[in-house]
T-cell receptor, first 114, second 114 residues
């Protein structure tokens, strides 16, 4: 079956540091890929997505590029802020349109310290 | 405002109680989902409704009973729960079944079974 693997957390960074959270996937066909963010006490929010190879999703300074050759979708941000502290989930959706299965990674907790 | 509203936000119930969780969306989405999020475990898909029809039930115990009276509302009826059912219950919706364009999640109901 499909799977999504994220780097283990927690990740602790100082404010303004560069962020990378690794994500790799296995899936049949060509999945759509997503990053979701979950702030404390809240549900998940869609952060960005990419639907085909070489697409770059971006939002709020975060970026991720769909790399088919390495089956990866790493999340990056050039300069993190304390307000970025949250849990980040990578996810894939694959299968026939209208019948896709969504697979979530286990989440990576990010803590940004001032 | 996420577009998906869940009530209540917090619920404490005894093992012999009956309670219901409510989810509401007015995004015009056609699919709705219940997920369970427990500490240290991946997100667990419980139920999927597409156009008000239950299309997926992932071996969830019968003490959880979903109901989808229309495309905007989703309920999760709970009875005779166990302490291990304590978790964050998340409702989500998507334009079509499978979440090709991503999910919109509610803020969740934090359930504690005592």
């Amino acid at each position: 079956g499909d799977s999504v693997t994220q780097m283990e957390g927690p990740v602790t960074l100082s404010e303004e540091a560069f962020l990378t959270i690794n994500c790799t996937y296995t899936a049949t066909g060509y999945p759509s890929l997503f990053w979701y963010v979950q702030y404390p006490g809240e549900g998940l929010q869609l952060l960005l997505k990419a639907t085909k190879a070489d697409d770059k999703g971006s939002n709020k300074g975060f970026e991720a590029t769909y790399r088919k050759e390495t089956t990866s979708f790493h999340l990056e941000k050039g300069s993190v802020q304390v307000s970025d502290s949250a849990v980040y989930f990578c996810a894939s959706a694959s299968g026939l349109r209208g019948y896709q299965k969504v697979t979530f990674g286990t989440g990576t907790k990010l803590q940004v310290i001032p | 405002e996420t577009g998906v509203t869940q009530t209540p936000r917090h619920l404490v119930m005894g093992m012999t109680n009956k309670k219901s969780l409510k989810c509401e969306q007015h995004l015009g989405h056609n699919a709705m989902y219940w997920y369970k999020q427990s500490a240290k475990k991946p997100l667990e898909l419980m139920f999927v409704y597409s156009l008000e029809e239950r299309v997926e039930n992932n071996s969830v115990p019968s003490r959880f009973s979903p109901e989808c009276p229309n495309s905007s509302h989703l309920f999760l009826h709970l009875h005779t729960l166990q302490p291990e059912d304590s978790a964050l219950y998340l409702c989500a919706s998507s334009q079509d079944r499978g979440g090709l364009y991503g999910y919109t999640f509610g803020s969740g109901t934090r359930l504690t079974v005592v």
